[in-house]
């Protein structure tokens, strides 16, 4: 690569994609690849022909590269080994058990390798499948009449419009809910043979006839009369439902993981110490300051299920959220670095949940009474 | 007359919950990295166990202002009866 063009080249994406993005989307000559800005949404979303959700199914698709990779590099195993999979597989596994020995200080400290080292791989491996592309981009698109009804069920002023209507026939329902007709709708071009819409970049003067645009859903009642369809004269006008979505940007995986280590703590304590040893250190009956300060302790224990969670979670959905309003501001460019810092990240979080969850259970079986 | 107060109050509040959430942990990461470099220029043979506790203790902190941000998203997406600020 001579080096005399990098520079230049990447100086003209930029200039190229600040004129086509959304800031220059204000100036009448610019916005040339501007899309609309995605549909952030905080649950994950259940997909509709399958009754699972899309950070569920990311959630199996990283599982299944995780064992993929455990499979190959362990087939064959020598004891020098001279495979690279093998390599790196002992590197990552020799890190957790040194460490794992150093902090708590010998040979008691391998018993909590297994499970340190598979929440490590298995949030390091969704978290970066989070980041492929096509995660969050390739989906279904839903319909105007769905869209409608997500909003219309989760608002409150809406459910009374509907109680009093009859159920007995669909096509007499009426669109009343004020809100939910003001959702926001985006424009694709749809492709006649399949059954495929995509996208094209460029927001365009009418926002009907070129693709792109934004429309409300109550525009789409006005142009046809019915919502059902959606269909705006060969464009399909609805909202992208992601297929594939990142397995950590969904409150429930995380909580799982978090829920998982907490228990296996307590089972950590009460096999090393024994029940009466480890409940004696949450209900110390000794003097009530000791007994308010268990208790303090108590409340933690609980309060970490919370603190894994949300530290978890929030880093993931954080990422996603700035990786699309990176995607409206910046098209082609801005990307990059926050590509390289959600890698970064992905892998900082497991670490941190891993190193958390090791440090628990050694304070868990230690003993206090022996200093 | 509602809507306008409404909406807007929404956007504010999670304007200022991440704004004032912010400042702590970005306080409290500057005062940890500052005393690990501090104490890697004393001892500079010490930086592996030092670099490890400095990224186990920023990430705690930086978990405080998670928390202010999800709070704050959870105010903007999915809160309340009457949308904030739309986009595009």
């Known amino acids: 690569m001579n080096k005399s063009i990098i520079l230049p080249f990447f100086l003209i994406l930029f200039i ?35 009754g699972f959700t899309n950070t569920s199914l990311t959630l199996w698709v990283s599982m299944a590269a995780l064992l993929t990779f455990v499979f190959i590099a362990t087939r064959n195993m020598k004891s020098v080994p001279n495979g690279r999979l093998q390599n790196i597989a002992e590197v990552i596994v020799e890190f957790f058990v040194n460490l ?40 279904i698109v839903e319909s105007a009449e769905v869209v409608y009804s997500h909003k219309e069920h989760k608002t409150d002023a809406c459910h009374s419009s509907d109680h009093g209507s009859d159920h007995s026939s669909d096509h007499s329902k009426e669109y009343t809910c004020k809100e939910a007709l003001k959702e926001h709708l985006v424009v694709f071009n749809k492709i006649p043979g399949l059954g495929i819409s995509y996208l094209p970049p460029g927001r365009g003067e009418d926002k009907i006839k070129n693709g792109g ?61 024994g029940i009466k040893k480890y409940g004696g250190k949450f209900f110390n009956f000794s003097s009530p300051i000791m007994l308010f300060v268990g208790l303090l302790e108590l409340i933690a ?71 | 007359m509602g809507d306008f107060i409404f909406g807007d109050l929404r956007t504010l509040s999670a304007a200022i919950a991440i704004g004032l959430g912010a400042l702590g942990p970005g306080l409290g990461i500057g005062m940890l990295a500052g005393k690990a470099m501090e104490a890697l220029g004393r001892n500079p043979e010490a930086e592996g166990p030092i670099q490890q506790n400095m990224i186990l203790a920023i990430a705690f902190t930086e978990a405080i202002a998670i928390y202010a941000l999800v709070i704050a998203i959870i105010i903007l997406f999915v809160g309340g009866t009457t949308p904030p600020a739309s986009f595009s």
């Open chain 1, 16 to 50: 190229t994609s600040i004129l086509g993005g959304a800031i220059g989307g204000a100036f009448p000559f610019g916005g040339f690849f501007q899309s609309p800005i995605a549909h952030i949404q905080l649950p994950g979303e259940v997909i509709p022909g399958l």
């Open chain 1, 100 to 139: 794992a020995q150093t902090i708590s200080g010998g040979e008691k400290g391998r018993r909590f390798v297994p499970l340190v080292l598979s929440i490590f791989l298995c949030v390091v491996v969704s978290n970066w499948v989070g980041v492929l592309p096509g995660v969050g981009t390739i989906g």
């Open chain 1, 213 to 273: 645009g934004v429309v409300l859903v109550e525009d789409v009642i006005n142009n046809h009369g019915k919502i059902e369809s959606g269909e705006l004269e060969g464009k399909s006008a609805g909202r992208l439902l992601p297929i594939l979505r990142g397995a950590n940007t969904d409150l429930n995986t995380t909580l799982a993981i978090a829920i998982v280590a907490m228990v296996a703590v307590q089972f950590w304590g009460i096999s090393a110490l």
């Open chain 1, 301 to 371: 224990e609980l309060a970490r299920v919370v603190s894994f969670t949300f530290r978890l979670f929030g880093n993931m959905f954080a990422g996603e959220v700035l990786l699309v309003a990176m995607m409206f501001l910046l098209p082609f460019i801005g990307i990059i670095p926050f590509m390289g810092l959600e890698l970064f990240v992905g892998v900082i979080q497991a670490f941190i949940f891993s190193i958390l969850t090791l440090i628990f259970g050694i304070t868990a079986i230690s003993d206090h009474s022996e200093h």
